[in-house]
């Protein structure tokens, strides 16, 4: 069973083990047959099939008793507005089930009548419409129910490495089932060859060397043994499965490692849930408990049903008794009615008939108690004894009390009833009194009854779902809207109001981040080291702090809230902090921990106070959240998915809501919980006042992303508060803490690597304290502190450290990583943290600091080396590289120069050598088997080592004598050491502890700390380092002209000299000071993911690594002779890098798409590189640096697998080996090919006979003639050939070699590689005679290499481009000019010139998917160049949730956007053809296909979406093309609407229509009018219904995507189902149609002959494509793009030329809107309709002509000419606008013409009146200013000055501030030649001088600003803004 096929089912789990455990506790309480006893007490009900459940579970929608008999005789139940009734039952379930695919009534007929589901692009509809991953089509599972996902044609399924496949029913199950007993295949194949016996099983905590092998013997090891570089196995076993970059598991010992590598508590192993991704946690678990059991959740035992919540511990764990269930039954306290008994356990009420009637209802026997003989009527005297009320029974008599109250213990008097210390009947303020209870409210909130409604509105919920953080209305909307989309991963967040910030922790970059809480701005990382899960955060929005936990590091910590002074605030005894949450009014924070012994913890705000407040029946307190108000926490367990409350104190705890799914994280606001439910997968709201009895409420489902953090915002929920830490930071130098218990309610703090002084104020860095690494992190433990507590250094990236070192003088830590390969550094407070040296190929295992000469050692023990580094000059050298294996610990004495190392080899041994690497001598080499770290006691010159074979710490002098073992007991595995004043420090990786003990002794031994895994390294940091008199380096260097290094004095008297050394490679001269300046002659070779070179200076050649990052994986490498700049393919890039030799970050070249470059050639004189691509088959050339990029050769000049290529400057010419077939066959061979360097003259000059197999090719420049050289591997006879340029004169230089790659030649020496032995040798080039070998490597990988001599006159060559004046490329020939110019692939060339503004694309958007692996890859969008292969693909964007329809605009010339439509993410983007700027451009809409109108500006897009609410989303929609104005064009008689396309210039959209049947292609004016059916496509409707499987249809029809071609008038569509192309022209005639193998087609894109469209069709069953069709009958298909993972969606070529914008292309809304306020839609040419977006109620729209000219406000529009000026006023929102001397037939109208003649009169009396009134108008003002003399030299200019200006969305009344303020709703202008202010509604503009500046504009709502800058989020307050006139319009300068 799937994923997605559990959320419903496990519904039934809970329920199901609640049934089950009440059935059990009835039979112990009552020892009656089923429920009799307890249902009598109401709070049970039996069910038909025997089993109890609580009485509260009748009748509520949900099969609780598993047959349905809970949900029976309901009668006729009144459903609630959101339920849905059954119509068998009629039971009421939640209406979001409704056609959800699930039968949740028992009849099925909540999914009766239900509209056939759109299934998402990824998804697999079933034939009984349920939606499913497409993977799940042909997995062996039928997830569908009705098989339909598994039909007859599927493939067979194919199994997985650790899977086992049935025959018989052709299925997968796990390799762990097999031979287990049990039959999991139907035939019991599964069984067979079993020897009928079971494998006897390690226990589930360890690891089974022998898994799977019957006949071997039981070896066991630990989990956390696997894995770590160590055979523990004696087959190996446990490292056999780990690959060369495979993590040692980090889980720790107790703990269940999930193989996503995940970590659980050991004791969630087999106990019922799925806890693992995979559920390997609950594999190979024993059979479940009996029916009559009970199943202890932490020690999976199982104990009998009947001692069930019967008061005793039976199960180990307790859990018997701690099920809420038991408080349910035996704990509740129950308010009885005044006539009632109740029990004395408080537990149920009697009748007054049941007491002392001789039979015991109550659990505790109470009711027969003390029963005297029946003689009177004992109330009628002194009323019984009782206080309140008294019963007369036929036996006794009993005492009750009224409500309010209840009975003591004496049975006689009564106590009030505390209905607020229970659970609170009140959303707010409870206050108790004698018998009773009432609610009452906070300011701001007025009462409901019990609740409280906010007089500022209500909250909205902040939520995370892992792509985006989103708002969620919690009114009845429920409007759903992203706030931050460019989040990466959020899980849970917090915010602050005051300020208006929103912070959460993002898991992928394990950050924290900083956002606006609008949305706008940018986002600020606060918080970027040092974090692993960070897994709760909360905000102190008093004191204006950040708390966070991270339940991996096992830490809370608190810093400022830009990040700053952050601190450790607890880390003791922590397993799995992750709920955290703030009370600043009391100064508490309270946290969850996920640990064995889970518990929800408390502390004062600055750590102190410290209480477990609940440590029981807790296992996954998952959520927290606290009711300031009513001073409650309130937390949810997603184990025992309960949601519970209590006091903030710990008291009165109760359950809330039960027969949860998985609550991740919860929030509180009025009577509401609002939490994220995993399983259900969205946010569901609980009624907390309710308790038990509370119904939920599914406000938004997402089945695809998981719900993560959730928040409701309010600014009740984050009052004001007094903060002692306000007025001087407290007097605190760092931070200032709120504390519940220190005096003045405040604490001082120092940040982390720093103590507080004598007068707890002031910070001063730490003296003495100790360093020690784990594998992931490095810890620090500070001496002055009690206890010996760790902190964790905020350091990045550890993946696997093991030494450290220190340096006092700088305050720098340096640390080893052996999985990165790099020793890093940052400051001992963990900031600047960079990486020192990086080599992927080594493994720096130790580093030892001299402190003196400022130099750095290290072991490394993959390379078997010794190095040194200059941490100032940062120099290196070698100075050990012989004689090592595996070299370990490492330590140095300056004052003596001497270095000591352990080497854990095959002949382990410890070494000493001088600190230059010279005077190496072996001082102990007896009697070791794995010497670990080293440390030096400089005072008595002894050497202490551990050995972690021999479980021994020792000692010895520095020649190896006076060997002592220091402590040899309890010893297990010790790893590092270290040592400091009279004490030894080390750590053991098997007892998992740090310890210390007497140097001397050995005893007094300390364990300081313990339970940590994965101990390494450790050292002391502190002042008293001893140094020396004089530093013979300190003075110049020594004298050394590159490294100055110390060593012992030859005059033998304790002193020091100088030694200089040089780089590896470069010799030191005869002077013994001097370096030489450069090496002459290097080799360069590559292996895999490093450059390596060695000296061919030197005699002793050592390989070192080149100091360039970004290596994967180095196919070909080829150097520039002249700046000694390195080139290289990488084939797992995909790209061509080029780097400084002398280190740095590579460049990627071409910068213009990717490319599988196989061979490379440089020529430097032109500065260009010449490549093959061997998957497309071709040549092709580029600059240095990307810019200008163009194929020379493709398939189409008889190209087949080009690899290995070289040039010849002199003789201008291009040499490449062409392998047949591609080279795919491993038995095929090659020919070599030779063309001119410009692509020329291509002809073959060495056949396939001669050439063989050539792997790489090198031209000899050297004499008068040149050679062309090649290595051939072909098996028969690997050799090294050569020929003249001709390809005559060919000689076999040598044969009989291994495997020859790599080929270089160097003055008159030939070097080659070899695969098969990884050696590098060379010989005599002529001869092939005095073979030398050069390096023997000792690792596989090795590649290319490229031999480099320094030659000053390398540059002699003639190339003619030097003096040529191309624009872009100059490619050599042979021709008289000698080169040829040439452009990149797009552009057009002239007079060697190439045209930038000729570049074209296709673009198409990729959706998402998941890979072999699992790994998710977000949607993207990508571009190709018009002409190119796919090699030149460029992704634009990446990290898209599902990018559907793509379409273009362009801004200018070179530049545009690109849109997209998103759907899943509910949103319209774009991007600039760059991909730079992307952003949203419409948002809250599942926008399918888009189109855009480039002469109108507008965006079109069609929708079609199933709402939660059921309803369906169908339209056809527009707005402008920033997203401003949306509107729903057409809603009415549509299918589901697909693509669509728009005709700007003639005022036409048309759009697709999926209907099976209906299918049809409509078309109407732009602004919605005019619709009609272009075409039907189907002609036999009736017949195309009477199908109903979509696989035998043939009738049906799916139109997606289409596109118009402008030139000649006609729409083309591809069609899904008819796999074809079609076409027809606009007016509905000449339909075409090409049923030419469009298998799939979705995408459609047109060039001026070309078809690109996209097809779901996999190729080779793995990969989809994008395709390309020449427009014609004999063309063929051709794929462009062939290794597409997600779904390929929309394609769209990009070009200036296509589209018409010529200067008579336009419509009527092309100039200035149309005149139009809001949106201007084209009717046609000439006429347009000023339309309002859906957003406003009151506005006005109009048909007709725009105006000549006119100037547009909201108010006042004003067409003008030159001859006469006409002014209209128009009151309304809108703009109606009738040019001058329009007539009413110049105005379309669909309505039709009235024949009224004397309508038409009146409208002309109307209309000339009103113009007379206009004029009257406009002459009263004119004499008015000229009157007040304004400066205005005529009446036209005077009256042509109105200026328009904008404001935002102005927010109602008592509205929170949380608008987008780019969202332009509202226009209002003023004429600015009234010297009298003029008012419009909130604007207010005056005249300032003859400039006519306004000086200010008061508004109630913010500004019009740029989104980047963002406002300061507050209520609404008055603005002001500096504004200028410009072109007649006002223009913000700036907010005031």
Known sequence: MHRHQLIRSSLIVPAFLLATVLSLCCSAVAQESGCAAIQELGTLHRCANGRCINASRLCDGVNDCLDWSDETSCGNQTCQDHQFQCREHRNCINGVWRCDGDRDCSDGSDEDDCPLRSCGADQFQCNNGRCLPVEYRCDGDNDCGDKSDEPDDCPPVTCREYQFKCQSEDKCISSNWVCDGEDDCTDGLDESNCNNTIHEECPIEMFDCHAGNSSSELECIKFSWVCDNESDCDNNADEEMCGPNTTPSLCHTGQFACSSGECLPGSWRCDGDEDCVHADDEANCEATCGPHQFHCVLSAECVDGSVVCNGVNNCVDGSDEELFSCADIIQSVVSCDPHQFQCSDFSRCLSGEQFCDNRSQCADGSDEQDCPHKLVDECQYENGGCVQLCHDTPTSHFCSCRHGYKINEDRRTCDDIDECSLLTPCSQLCHNYDGGYNCSCIYGFVADGPHCVSSDGNAWLLFSNRVSLRNLSTD??????????????????????????????????????????????????????????????????????????????????????????????????????????????????????????????????????????????????????????????????????????????????????????????????????????????????????????????????????????????????????????????????????????????????????????????????????????????????????????????????????????????????????????????????????????????????????????????????????????????????????TGLDQPRGIAVYPMKGLLFWTDWGSAPKIERANMDGSGRVVIVNSNLAWPNGITIDYERDLIYWVDGGNRTIEYCDFHGNGRTVLISEMILHPFGITLYKGHIYWTDWESRKLERADKLTGGNRVVLQANLDRLMEVSVVHSSRPTVSTNPCGVSNGGCSYMCLLRPAATDDGGLESSCACPTGISLLSDNKTCAPRVQSYVLFSVYKELRQFSLDTTNPVDVQLNVSGVANAVSISVDPVTEDIFWTDTLQLKILRASRSGGEPIAIPQMGNTVAKGLAVDWMGRQIYWTDQDSRSVEVSDYNGEARMLLLTSDDGLSGPRAIAVDIRNRYLFFADWEGGGTNGDSTAVIKRAEMDGSNLKIIVNSVHAGRPNDLAVDYQGDTTRLYWTNSQSENPSIISCNVDGNDRRVLLDGLERPFGLSIASDRLFWSDWSTMMIKSVDKTTGMNMRLELDFPRRGMGDIHVFTFNASINSIDHPCRQASCSHLCLLNRGSRGYRCACSIGQSIKEDTCDKGSYSFIVYAESPAYLDDDTYVHGSLHSIPIGASSAYKTTLLSGLSNPVGVDYYFINQFDGYIYWSDPTGGYIGRVKFDGSGSMTVVDGVIADSLAVDW????????????????????????????????????????????????????????????????????????????????????????????????????????????????????????????????SVNIDGTNYRHWPRNFYYCFGLGLDTNDVYYTSWQRIDNQYYSLWKWHDSESSMNMSLQRDIVGLPMDVAVVRRDIRPTGIDDVNACAVDNGGCPYLCLPVNQTHRRCACPDELSSCTEHVGLPPTSYITTSSVTMPTSSSSVVRETVTSDDIIITPTGATPSDIPSSQPASDDVSGLIAAYVLLATMLLVLVVAVTLVILCLIKRGLPYRNTSSMLSEFVRFRFGKLPEANNSWNEKPNNLTKQFSCPMEASVPCSVNKCVITKDSDTFYPKTINVKAPLNVDPSTPPTPQSPIDKQALVRIEQNKVVFESNV
Request: glycine content about 6%; overall charge negative; hydrophobic content about 35%.
């Open 476 to 881: 009845d909307e429920h409007t759903n809207e992203a706030l931050i989309p460019s989040a990466m991963y959020p899980v849970v967040m917090d915010y602050h109001y005051r300020l208006g910030y929103v912070f959460w922790t993002d898991f992928s970059q394990k950050t924290i981040e900083r956002a606006y809480l609008n949305g706008s701005g940018p986002t600020t990382t606060i918080v970027d080291r040092g974090l692993v899960q960070p897994t709760g955060i909360a905000v102190d929005w008093v004191n204006d702090k950040v708390y966070w936990t991270d339940s991996s590091t096992r830490l809370i910590e608190v810093s400022n809230l830009d990040g700053t002074n952050r601190l450790v605030l607890v880390w003791s005894n922590m397993e799995f902090p992750r709920p955290i949450v703030l009370d600043p009014f009391n100064r508490y924070v309270y946290w969850g921990d996920w640990g064995t012994n889970a518990r929800i913890e408390r502390a004062s705000m600055d750590g102190t106070d410290r209480a477990v407040l609940h440590g029981t029946r807790l296992i996954w307190p998952n959520a927290l959240s606290i009711d300031l108000i009513g001073q409650r926490l309130y937390w949810a367990d997603a184990k025992l998915h309960v949601i519970e409350v209590s006091h903030l104190d710990g008291t009165h705890r109760q359950v809330i809501a039960e027969q949860l799914e998985h609550p991740f994280a919860m929030t509180l606001f009025g009577q509401y919980i609002y939490y994220t439910d995993w399983q259900v997968g969205g946010v569901i709201q609980v009624n907390r006042l309710t308790g038990h009895n509370s119904s939920s409420e599914v406000l938004l489902k997402t089945s695809t992303i998981t719900s993560m953090g959730i928040k409701a915002v309010h600014p009740s929920l984050q009052q004001p508060a007094d903060n002692p830490c306000h007025v001087d930071n407290g007097g605190c130098s760092d931070l200032c803490l709120l504390s519940s218990t220190s005096l003045g309610h405040l604490s001082c703090a120092c940040p982390t690597g720093h103590r507080l002084d004598s007068h707890r104020k002031r910070c001063l860095p730490l003296d003495e304290y100790l360093l020690f690494s784990r594998s992931t992190d490095i810890r620090r433990i500070s001496f002055d502190t009690p206890s010996y507590v760790d902190t964790t250094l905020p350091l990045d990236g550890l993946e696997y450290t093991i030494g450290i070192d220190w340096d006092g003088t700088r305050q720098m830590l340096y640390w080893t990583d052996i999985l990165t390969g790099s020793i890093n550094m940052a400051t001992l407070e963990g900031d600047n943290q960079k990486v020192l040296i990086h080599n992927n190929e080594s493994q720096p295992v130790d580093v030892a600091m001299d402190w003196v000469n400022d130099k750095l050692y290290w072991t490394d023990s993959k390379l078997d080396r010794i190095e040194v580094i200059d941490i100032v000059t940062n120099h290196r050298s070698v100075l050990a590289s």
């Open 1495 to 1622: 002469i109108s500006g507008n965006l079109y897009w069609t929708e079609y979406a199933s709402g939660m609410d059921g309803n369906v989303i169908r339209s056809v929609s527009v707005s402008r093309l920033d997203g401003r104005y949306p509107k729903k064009l057409i809603t009415e008689d549509l299918s589901r609407p697909r693509g669509i396309a728009v005709l700007p210039k003639q005022g036409k959209v048309y759009w697709t229509d999926w209907g099976d049947c209906e299918s049809r292609i409509e078309a109407a004016n732009m602004d919605g009018s005019g619709r009609h059916v272009l075409v039907q496509l189907i002609d036999n409707i009736t017949e195309c219904k009477a199908c109903q499987d979509p696989e035998n249809c043939p009738l049906w029809s799916w139109p997606n995507q289409m596109e118009l071609n402008y030139s000649s008038n006609e729409l083309y569509w591809v069609d899904g189902k008819q796999d074809s192309l079609n």
